[in-house]
């Protein structure tokens, strides 16, 4: 491949990276841009997990061997067996050198695993070229040749070294976009999803309701006494109480297959269900309320159910869901309700919704009035 169908290859990996979808999308679209670029027959991507001490695999492509999968589960190898990419690489950078790329053979070459793998599996030759972000090892890019075509040379290896360059600025901005996407849908204190999450959820939902007829509930949970815990205790103590709950809120949320757990903000959690009966999330809501009395700070918790298995009427949109499972929670807290009320199930509740409706009132008007 000369300059130019070098230059083209460089650019159609980074674009090919940048257009995927999801991080394995990227990492399948880095690995066939190497391989193309590099004329091979197969390529892997690793990523060297320093808790582990592994070098594990994400991505195999191009012509498999038997027990090579796409995508393994847990294709791993202890960094021992490889030291160049936590040892030699290093003490090269800190001598000022960067990051280069190294040709290992079938037939003899650098000692070790790679060249024993090559024979094992029909490959002649290979390029190893370390991923690096922000300065440290962060993987390795891998590119083979089949035996019986030309052995990759060091004027391959410069080149690999260059994708390998191209691939590390893909993986960065995808960790920042995934960072930021991840940021953008979480709760920072509680980890859980926030209200965000939760509205493109919802409509998500909904749309599956109407299509399929698929039962959506949602549970508003309001977190009682954490101003008093606020107030005596600290603020800290009051974060450690949200923590708590959260902890609580998602462990229940976990029975109900696909469900959504979330902090609407303040002391509001809420939890998505699409799927499961109403009943179903009537029980789990009741194991919520049990553990929360449970917890050694605040009084307990109040929970409003509304769900589309139960008799709510036509629910048009994610609002009027909200103003049911809000009034329901309203109640129960009005109440000091041990347990769960359920919106469906206390004609009282809807009509308090709907007149809340009526008088265009959103979820904190009608809660006011306590």
């Not at 048009?316 to 049911?324: C, Q």
Request: proline residues 4%; contains cysteine; charged residues 30%.
């Amino acid at each position: 491949m000369g300059v130019d169908g070098r230059l083209r290859a460089v650019v159609g990996l980074a674009q090919a990276m940048a257009a995927a979808c999801a991080p394995r999308d990227s990492v399948r679209a880095a690995a066939r841009g190497a391989r193309l670029a590099m004329d091979g027959s197969f390529a892997a991507i690793s990523a060297w997990e320093r808790e582990r001490g592994m070098l594990r695999v994400l991505v195999n492509e191009g012509e498999r061997r038997a027990g090579e999968e796409e995508f393994p589960a847990d294709e791993s190898y202890p960094v021992h067996e490889f030291p160049e990419i936590t040892e030699f690489l290093h003490e090269r950078w800190v001598g000022g050198g960067g990051p280069h790329a190294w040709v290992e053979y079938a037939g003899g070459g650098r000692p070790g695993r790679r060249g024993e793998a090559l024979r094992r599996r029909g490959r002649g030759s290979c390029v190893v070229a370390p991923i690096v972000l922000s300065g440290r090892a962060w993987g390795e890019l891998y590119v083979a040749r089949d035996e019986g075509l030309p052995d990759f040379d060091e004027d391959d290896a410069e080149f690999a070294t260059v994708l390998a360059a191209v691939v590390a600025a893909g993986l960065a901005q995808n960790e920042r976009l995934e960072e930021a996407r991840r940021l953008a849908f979480t709760d920072p204190l509680t980890g859980l999803a926030n209200r965000r999450a939760v509205d493109m959820r919802l409509d998500e939902a909904l749309e599956e309701h109407r299509r399929d007829g698929a039962v959506v509930s949602l549970v508003v949970c309001d977190l009682n006494g954490l101003k008093r815990v606020n107030d005596t205790l600290g603020h800290a103590m009051g974060d450690r109480l949200l923590e708590r709950f959260g902890s609580v809120l998602s462990l229940c949320g976990a029975i109900l297959p696909g469900a959504l757990v979330a902090r609407l903000g303040g002391d509001e959690f809420c939890l998505v269900s699409v799927g499961p009966t109403a009943d179903e999330v009537v029980r789990v809501t009741e194991e919520v309320c049990l553990r929360a009395a449970e917890l050694e700070l605040g009084e307990g918790v109040a929970c409003g159910v509304a769900s589309t298995g139960d008799p709510i009427g036509v629910v048009k949109s994610s609002r009027r869901l909200f103003r049911l499972a809000d009034a329901a929670q309203y109640k129960a807290k009005a109440a000091r309700s041990r347990g769960p009320v359920v919106a469906g199930r206390d004609s009282a509740v809807v009509r308090l919704a709907d007149a809340a409706q009526a008088g265009r009132g959103e979820r904190r008007r009608f809660r006011g009035r306590a």
